[in-house]
């Protein structure tokens, strides 16, 4: 089973997550972020990833911390739910339009934390959502899967287009990298022999 279970909490945030690699989708989602819970619907359903998370956080000073943590769970999650990594394809990389919007987003789970973030939002806040916090959620995840990862916006002119596309890009990309490769006969798909 490609399961985990997280909580994490600290002063400023509790944040609970559950996922199943070999999911179909599911995903119960409430962070006290909405444009956030959008966001990681996108990733559970383009992911074929069943996702819970569940947070409160200190919204009435701002999202930050939330989102910033919740990038931290996840990645702690997957990082356990990958175990050795045996199996794993490892790479995974999707191109993923919305109307005039197109993102392309590329993971290796590398052992290897690593953010490349190119994502020329064209204004500032989606909503009441800062769109630097898109950021924070991505360096978050990334420093605790311990995975590289390369998310470009190639255009867009609409920054919920922009962010949704990267999203749904980042969903697509870790349902390819997680996926059993048949060929692997379960081995750790590196030269090293570990991940």
């Known amino acids: 089973m490609r399961t985990a279970d997280i909580t994490r909490n600290t002063?400023?945030?509790r944040i609970s997550a559950s996922i199943d690699l070999d999911g179909t989708g599911r995903h119960d989602i409430d962070t006290g972020v909405p444009f956030l819970n959008h966001m990681l619907e996108q990733v559970a359903r383009h992911g074929l990833i069943d996702l819970t998370v569940h947070g409160q956080g200190d919204t009435h000073?701002?999202?930050?911390?939330?989102?910033?943590?919740?990038?931290?769970?996840l990645g702690q999650a997957f990082a356990r739910a990958a175990g050795d990594k045996a199996g794993l394809r490892r790479y995974g990389h999707a191109y993923?339009?919305?109307?005039?919007a197109l993102s392309r987003v590329v993971v290796d789970f590398s052992g290897r934390p690593g953010l490349y973030y190119h994502v020329p939002f064209t204004r500032?806040?989606?909503?009441?959502?800062?769109?630097?916090?898109?950021?924070?959620f991505f360096q978050?995840?990334?420093?605790?899967?311990?995975?590289?990862?390369?998310?470009?916006?190639l255009r867009g002119d609409n920054a919920h287009h922009q962010c949704?596309?990267?999203?749904?890009?980042f969903g697509r990309a870790l349902r390819m990298a997680v996926e059993r490769d048949p060929r692997g006969a379960g081995a750790i798909p590196s030269t090293k022999g570990v991940l």
């Open 11 to 13: 002063n400023e945030t």
């Open 61 to 73: 000073i701002d999202d930050h911390h939330t989102v910033e943590d919740t990038g931290i769970v």
């Open 96 to 100: 993923v339009p919305l109307d005039e």
């Open 124 to 136: 500032p806040r989606i909503g009441r959502f800062d769109v630097d916090l898109a950021h924070e």
């Open 140 to 153: 978050g995840f990334v420093n605790h899967a311990l995975v590289t990862l390369h998310v470009d916006n």
């Open 164 to 169: 949704e596309t990267v999203f749904k890009a």
